[in-house]
C-alpha cells in the first residue's frame, strides 16, 4: 500500500508539508526569502512610501559630543553670570562635581540676513547660517559617549542594531550600481568611538551595511595583479559567478551568501569607479584651496578636506547614503575628538578649523551645483556640553539633557532655529526633541514613514525609532 493512503503516512505527511511551509513564511517575513538579486551596498533602486523631499542624505558626525554653548547656542545670560554658582543644588555629573558656570571663551556675533547668532569657533560655517535650519533642544538617552553614538546612529544605546544608513539603503537601494549605497568616511586620525557600529547592518540582511572608506584609506586589494591579464581575470569571473549563482539556487535562504557574493560583483565594478573618486587631478587648483586640501601647515585638514570632496563626489554620482566623520578616539580624550573636559579652548582652537573651512567648502560647493535640491544635510554630535567647567578643570563635561543638531538643503526651512534650551543652555526647554523625532523627520523627507520602515527579528516588528518619534513638521519647508 502507497503510505498515503495509509491513515499514519497520510497525517505524518500533511504534518511535514505544514511545516515547511510554516518555515517558508517565517524566513519570508525574517526578510531571508526575497524575489530577485540583490547586488552589494543596496541594489537596485527602490520606490519611497511617499514622494520624497530629499533623494540622498549627507550625515556629518562630530564625534566626542561638540559643545553646543561654544558653537551654536546663544546664551546672553549664561555671559552675564559667568563665575557665579549654577542655581540648586550641587551639579554631580558624569566625570564628578561641577565647578561655576562659564560663559564661552568665544564670542558669538549675528551673521547672515537672519542675524543668527553664532560662535568665532565657526567664522565660515556662520557665513552659511542663513542656510541652516537648527534643532537648538535635542536630548539623548545617554550621557556616555559608546551608547551615545550608538543612539544618534542607530536609535539604540545597545549594540547591534541597524544604523540609519542602512535602514534607509534596506529601503531604497541606490541608483548607481558601481558604488556602494551606503559610504561611511571615518576622520583622517581614526574611526569614532563605537567604530562599525556606525555603519552596521545590525539585524538587517548583511548587504545594506556601510561600506567604510576615506581619502586616506580607499578600498584597498582593488587592483588586478600583473601577473593576470584583462582576458584571465574576466574568465575567472565568469567562471565564479556561475558557480556561485548555482550554489544560491540551490540554497535560497542564506543572507550571507548572497551579500558576499553581491560584496564580489561590486569590488570588481570598483576597481573603475573607486580610484575615479579619489583622483584629485580632475579638481581645479581654486577648489582645492576652497576646501583647504592643500593646506601643508594643518594636515588633519588637509585630510579631512579630501574627505569632504570624496562625500561631495560620491553624492554626485548617485550615492544615497554618505557619512562624514570628524573627530576619532585613538588618539585619547578630547586629543582627536570634542570631548572638551579638561582644556576646551585649547583643544577646540585645533578641531575648530578642521571642521570649519572644509565643511563650509562642501555645503558652498552642493549648492552651487545645486546638490542640495535633491540633498539633506545633517550635522549631528552624540550629545551636548554643561553651561559649567568641572570643578578643577577649563573644560566641560557630558550634557544629554539639550544640544544642537542641524539640517540643511532639501526639505528643511532655511535660516531657522527651532526648539530651546533654558537661559544656560542645561535643558531643553521649548519644543523639545528627541533623537526619535530626527530619525522620523530624517526619514520623512526621504519619502519614507518610520512607523512603515519595519523588519521582523526575533518576534517583533523593529524599526528604527524603536516604539516612538513624531516628524518635526515645523521644520518643514
Not at 55 to 83: M, Q, T
Not at 254 to 277: F, G, N, W
Not at 379 to 387: A, D, I
Not at 449 to 468: F, K, W
Request: glycine share 12%; hydrophobic share 35%.
Amino acid at each position: 500500500m502507497h503510505p498515503l493512503l495509509a491513515r499514519r503516512g497520510f497525517l505524518g505527511s500533511l504534518l511535514w508539508g505544514g511545516s515547511q511551509l510554516g518555515l517558508l513564511g517565517l524566513l519570508e517575513a525574517d526578510g531571508q526569502l526575497r524575489a530577485g538579486d540583490q547586488t552589494a551596498g543596496g541594489g537596485e533602486e527602490r520606490q519611497p512610501h511617499f514622494r520624497p523631499r530629499a533623494k540622498n542624505l549627507l550625515v556629518v558626525f562630530a564625534s566626542g559630543a561638540c559643545s553646543h554653548l561654544d558653537s551654536w547656542d546663544y546664551k546672553p545670560e549664561l555671559i552675564k553670570r559667568d563665575g557665579q554658582p549654577m542655581p540648586g543644588e550641587g551639579l554631580i555629573t558624569f566625570q564628578g562635581e561641577n565647578g561655576n558656570l562659564t560663559r564661552s571663551p568665544y564670542d558669538f556675533t549675528p551673521r547672515g540676513e537672519s542675524g543668527k547668532m553664532v560662535s568665532s569657533l565657526f567664522p565660515r560655517l556662520g557665513d552659511l547660517a542663513d542656510e541652516i535650519c537648527f534643532l537648538h533642544a535635542m536630548t539623548s538617552r545617554t550621557n556616555t559617549h559608546g551608547p551615545g553614538e550608538n543612539f544618534m546612529s542607530t536609535g539604540f544605546t545597545l549594540d547591534g542594531f541597524p544604523s540609519l544608513g542602512a535602514w534607509v539603503n534596506y529601503a531604497l537601494g541606490s541608483e548607481n550600481r558601481d558604488l556602494p549605497a551606503f559610504v561611511s568616511i571615518p576622520d583622517p586620525r581614526g574611526v569614532p568611538q563605537s567604530s562599525l557600529n556606525n555603519w552596521s547592518t545590525g539585524f538587517l540582511p548583511a548587504e545594506f551595511q556601510g561600506t567604510p572608506m576615506n581619502a586616506q584609506k580607499p578600498l584597498r586589494n582593488l587592483a588586478r595583479p600583473a601577473g593576470i591579464s584583462v582576458a584571465e581575470d574576466e574568465a575567472v569571473r565568469a567562471f565564479l559567478d556561475e558557480q556561485n549563482r548555482r550554489h544560491a539556487t540551490e540554497f535560497p535562504g542564506e543572507d550571507q551568501l548572497r551579500a558576499r557574493i553581491a560584496s564580489y560583483e561590486l569590488a570588481a565594478r570598483l576597481q573603475l569607479s573607486v580610484p575615479e573618486i579619489i583622483d584629485w587631478t580632475q579638481e581645479p587648483q581654486y577648489l582645492l584651496d576652497e576646501y583647504g586640501a592643500n593646506d601643508s601647515a594643518n594636515p588633519v585638514k588637509a585630510g579631512f578636506a579630501r574627505n569632504c570632496l570624496v562625500a561631495r563626489r560620491l553624492i554626485e554620482r548617485g550615492v544615497r547614503v554618505v557619512q562624514l566623520f570628524n573627530g576619532a578616539y585613538a588618539m585619547g580624550e578630547g586629543v582627536g575628538n570634542w570631548d572638551g573636559h579638561k582644556t576646551l579652548k585649547a583643544q577646540y582652537d585645533i578641531h575648530g578649523p578642521i571642521l570649519d573651512q572644509p565643511l563650509a567648502a562642501l555645503l558652498t560647493d552642493m549648492k552651487r551645483r545645486g546638490l542640495l535640491e535633491e540633498t539633506l544635510v545633517v550635522w549631528c554630535t552624540e550629545f551636548g556640553r554643561m553651561p559649567t567647567f568641572q570643578k578643577g578643570a577649563s573644560g566641560r563635561d557630558h550634557n544629554p539633557a539639550g544640544f544642537t543638531c542641524w539640517m540643511m538643503g532639501a526639505g528643511v526651512k532655511r535660516g531657522f532655529s527651532y526648539g530651546a534650551t533654558d537661559e544656560f543652555g542645561h535643558k531643553a526647554l521649548e519644543q523639545v526633541t528627541t533623537v526619535y523625532d530626527f530619525h522620523a523627520t530624517i526619514l520623512h523627507l526621504l519619502g519614507l514613514d518610520h512607523e512603515r520602515l519595519t523588519y521582523y527579528h526575533n518576534g517583533a516588528q523593529r524599526r528604527l525609532t524603536d516604539v516612538h518619534g513624531h516628524v518635526i513638521r515645523e521644520i518643514l519647508a
